[in-house]
């Protein structure tokens, strides 16, 4: 199947600072993307669409400013958590769409704000 | 609105033997996709075995079925001869054909496999 990297797979930082997750299919390109965010067992929760080359698509209640998404190329997609607080601590999950409208997801980041 | 409903938070099997993980989803569109996908300890998403909603015929991947009822909107999972890496949340997921648009998922199944 194809293949869906994440980085960094985990992230502690001070509380206010920024920190950037990246997405990328690493054999095949995506011309679209997803974020998620996942409490303890609990199911995903889409945060935004990100297409190539245009703007995200973000979700209801879904900060656009906190949460900034840039899908530069078709490989590659990032996501910004900006100005963290301890409340944005979750696991993140990226997938991106393959063949035949099957989505593969990347290993996710658990991100741990101080 | 579409909608995707898993009746079942746990379900437990013993190792060797058959479960069957239940899914309905709501829906008015008549071309989509739908999904198993796995989640273990790990917390990456493995995706087990898809379905387009066009087919009659049940997927089916080794040890891993389907039961596609269109009409029922319903799709549950079965699981033969059950492995203990079998064990995680599974997860199952709804999505419209050619829209570019999200998937929706329903709230998972945790499966334990008794050794």
């Known amino acids: 199947g194809a293949v869906v990297s994440q980085h960094p797979s985990r992230v502690i930082c001070k509380s206010g600072t920024s920190v950037k997750i990246e997405c990328r299919s690493l054999?095949?390109?995506?011309?679209?993307m997803f974020w998620y965010r996942q409490f303890p067992k609990q199911s995903l929760m889409l945060m935004a669409t990100?297409?190539?080359?245009?703007?995200?698509?973000?979700e209801q209640g879904v900060e656009k400013d906190k949460f900034l998404i840039n899908h530069a190329s078709l490989t590659l997609s990032t996501l910004t958590v900006t100005s963290a607080h301890p409340e944005d601590s979750s696991f993140y999950i990226c997938?991106?769409?393959?063949?035949?409208?099957?989505?593969?997801f990347g290993p996710g980041t658990r991100l741990l704000v101080l | 609105a579409q909608t995707v409903t898993q009746s079942q938070p746990e379900m437990s099997v013993q190792e060797a033997e058959t479960v069957t993980l239940s899914c309905t989803y709501d829906?008015?569109?008549?071309?989509?996709?739908l999904f198993w996908y796995k989640q273990p300890p790990s917390r990456q998403m493995i995706l087990v075995i898809r379905?387009?909603?066009?087919?009659?015929q049940n997927a089916t991947e080794n040890r891993f079925s389907v039961n596609f009822q269109k009409a029922a909107k319903s799709f549950s999972l079965k699981i033969s001869d059950s492995q203990l890496g079998d064990a995680a949340m599974y997860f199952c997921a709804y999505r419209i054909s050619n829209t570019g648009n999200q998937f929706y998922f329903g709230t998972g199944t945790s499966l334990t496999v008794i050794p």
């Open positions: 997938s991106a769409i393959e063949y035949q409208e099957t989505q593969y």
């Open positions: 990100s297409n190539e080359g245009s703007k995200a698509t973000y």
């Open positions: 379905q387009e909603a066009y087919k009659q």
């Open positions: 054999d095949f390109q995506a011309t679209t």
């Open positions: 829906t008015s569109e008549s071309d989509y996709y």
